[in-house]
């Protein structure tokens, strides 16, 4: 299983530092796991750009002489300047010393980075998953809205559409209001379309046919529709719904698989 450990491995190899008891372990992980491979060339690149991006930088004399004096016994080497003589302490510790200073140092930095960027795609993954839920329960709020007025109305009345060739085992019920003018259509049985085919609904109002919206079914042919709002709308006389390419059309066109007045 992935764990922080591992992608401190992943980090010292990066690096090129032996690993020890643990190289085979890890390789063994490394040969399963897509975020310690990731990991190890994001570090290997964060450690390129920092070994070229960090500019030399001279330690000045008395800095040098207390860090050379806190790494214990040395051994001093006369020089000359001038008339005067200086000593130098020299350590065979020192480079071994910066050396794991400048690993150490270079481990926190890659790790930190790798965990910060993950922290950061964490994050926009829960807005994005956030901002999703809003915009589902604002649809499902402006629909149970609309079917309140539809269906709570005191006129709303109650149609049943019956299915027609080529799917006769069709059902539907409408609701409409004519205050409102819409209505909420209730159906099933209806056959999933192919590509670039939809359902339309269609009033009928003075003996002529008004688009009332196009929807799609789910897997089992079921679907509830609300009609937009129809102003040229004055009395509904009958409803129908037709096959039609996607998107819908002024005036049927497909064939009636529902109807009913």
């Known amino acids: 299983m992935h764990s922080e450990r ?7 190899q990066a690096l090129g530092i032996p690993l020890g008891a643990d190289a085979e372990e890890f390789a063994r992980h490394l040969a399963g796991c897509e975020v310690c491979e990731a990991l190890l060339v994001d570090f290997r690149v964060s450690a390129a750009a ?3 991006s960090a500019p030399p930088v001279r330690a000045s004399p008395a800095v040098r002489e207390r860090l050379l004096r806190s790494l214990g016994p040395s051994v001093a080497t006369p020089h000359l300047d001038g008339a005067r003589a200086r000593f130098v302490r020299r350590s065979s510790w020192a480079p071994r010393v910066f050396a794991a200073a400048a690993v150490l140092l270079l481990l926190v930095l ?3 980075d790798a965990r910060i960027r993950r922290e950061r795609e964490d994050l926009r993954s829960q807005r994005a998953d956030v ?5 589902t329960a604002e649809r499902s709020l402006a629909r149970r809205d609309l079917q309140a007025r539809v269906l709570e109305s005191d ?3 109650m149609l049943f559409l019956g299915g027609k060739d080529p799917q006769p085992q069709a059902r539907a019920k409408v609701f409409w209001s004519a205050k ?3 209505g909420v259509l209730v159906a099933a049985n209806l056959q999933p379309l192919q590509a670039g085919r939809q359902y ?8 002529k046919p008004v688009p009332a919206g196009v929807f799609d079914v789910d897997p089992a042919g079921r679907v509830l529709v609300e009609s937009p709002e129809m102003s040229a709308v004055d009395s509904a006389e009958k ?10 059309v002024p005036a049927p066109t497909g064939p009636i698989v529902l109807v009913g007045s």
């Open 50 to 52: 920092l070994a070229t």
């Open 131 to 135: 901002s999703d839920r809003l915009s």
């Open 200 to 207: 339309e609904l269609w009033v009928f109002s003075a003996g």
């Open 155 to 157: 006129d709303v009345r």
């Open 110 to 112: 890659v790790t930190d």
């Open 6 to 12: 591992f992608e401190e491995l992943a980090a010292l």
């Open 239 to 248: 409803f129908a719904v037709t096959v039609e390419p996607r998107g819908g």
């Open 180 to 182: 409102a003018r819409r």
